[in-house]
């Protein structure tokens, strides 16, 4: 699915920030979180949270930091849950914050490219820095931060439409998040303008490419659920799976069962993928072959989800070469599955 339209929510404190991410969230969406304090205060990562730019002081006016995170079913960052912040100070900083949910996001990395433009000059106009992306149909969002003595809206550029902003009026940070509501071809964007109904301090502001969810996910082995006898090289007590797993196929990196074995398992669980929504186009591929002198050997394949099996086949008359195999699932096998981030491969390996 493409980037559309956010989910937002906002918070004001004391002593620390909190926003509550809106129970209309889904899991596998992306978060951006944007949290303002005045210069007493200290801002922390979050539970859960990337730092997409680090705490930053505009003269006197306010220390801003913007973070990126991905819903979770459960738990911290999960629908419904509190995001909170302790910011300390000596005296009680005010401090602001805001939540953007975005669905249609990558769900490795949310974010494509990003810049911030630390403004120490007091105005009602704020300007934007530039970036220029290399991937096509992401959307830009632009966040102003700026410490206000009053003032109640922020005015977006044109192409832009306002999401959610958040002011206190009295001399603390206030935050203002717009987006361009469609996907933007690969190119420079930002360098635009906001303004402010009511002239303020300092500020800070952030122009954000949000990276498309593709449409093909490949999801590779990466934690050990059984081993089989070797790895070659030696995995060094580290994970197996990392010899099989890699992005670009090595067959000088493989794992290896007993001599002559008999139904010898080996299972290792992908990475977390998100649900496609569709049950075609789910593809296994992987690499076998018979080796120490054995002429022939089989190899019943399997896809797990947890302990649950959704489609077991059989290769048999695996050559003495590498070779790559593949297998589909059948619709009604890719059905079953409902959590895609629970999948493993199983292969059981005999030697005739």
Excluded at 315 to 322: F, G, K, R, Y
Aim: net charge negative.
């Amino acid at each position: 699915m493409p980037i559309a339209a956010p989910l937002t929510a906002t918070g004001n404190g004391t002593s620390n920030a909190h926003v509550i991410i809106p129970a209309g969230a889904e899991a596998g969406q992306g978060m951006l979180l944007v949290i303002a304090t005045q210069p007493d205060g200290t801002i922390t990562t979050p539970t859960g949270w990337t730092v997409v730019s680090p705490p930053q002081q505009a003269g006197s006016g306010v220390i801003t930091a913007l973070f990126k995170a991905i819903v979770q079913e459960s738990g911290v960052n999960s629908p419904g849950s509190t995001v909170t912040v302790d910011v300390g100070g000596t005296i009680p900083p005010r401090t602001v914050s805001l939540v953007a949910v975005y669905p249609g996001v990558d769900q490795v990395d949310p974010v494509h490219l990003f810049d911030d433009l630390v403004i120490a000059t007091t105005g009602t106009v704020r300007a934007t820095p530039e970036i220029t992306t290399t991937l096509a149909d992401c959307w830009i969002v632009e966040i102003v931060t700026s410490k206000q003595l009053a003032g109640t809206n922020y005015t977006p550029p044109a192409g832009f439409t306002r999401r959610a902003q958040v002011f206190r009026a009295d001399s603390s940070p206030a935050i203002g998040l717009g987006d361009t509501n469609a996907a933007e071809a690969a190119g420079t964007h930002g360098g635009d303008t906001w303004e402010c109904d009511v002239s303020g301090g300092s500020a800070i502001t952030y122009t954000v490419a949000l990276a498309p969810r593709l449409d093909t996910q490949t999801a590779r082995p990466v934690t050990d659920v059984t081993d089989w006898t070797t790895a070659v090289p030696d995995a060094g007590g580290g994970q197996q799976a990392a010899r099989i797993g890699e992005s670009i196929r090595d067959d000088a990196t493989y794992l290896e069962t007993a001599a002559n074995p008999t139904a010898e398992v080996g299972e290792w669980a992908f990475q977390a993928m998100v649900d496609p929504g569709v049950h075609t186009g789910h593809t296994l591929r992987y690499v076998l072959w018979t080796a120490g002198g054995a002429t022939s050997s089989s190899a019943v394949v399997s896809l797990m989800q947890g302990a649950t099996t959704i489609a077991t086949w059989t290769e048999n008359d695996v050559p003495d070469t590498p070779t790559v195999f593949s297998h589909t699932l059948a619709e009604v096998d890719a059905a079953d599955i409902t959590d895609y981030a629970d999948l493993r491969i199983r292969v059981s390996a005999t030697v005739s």
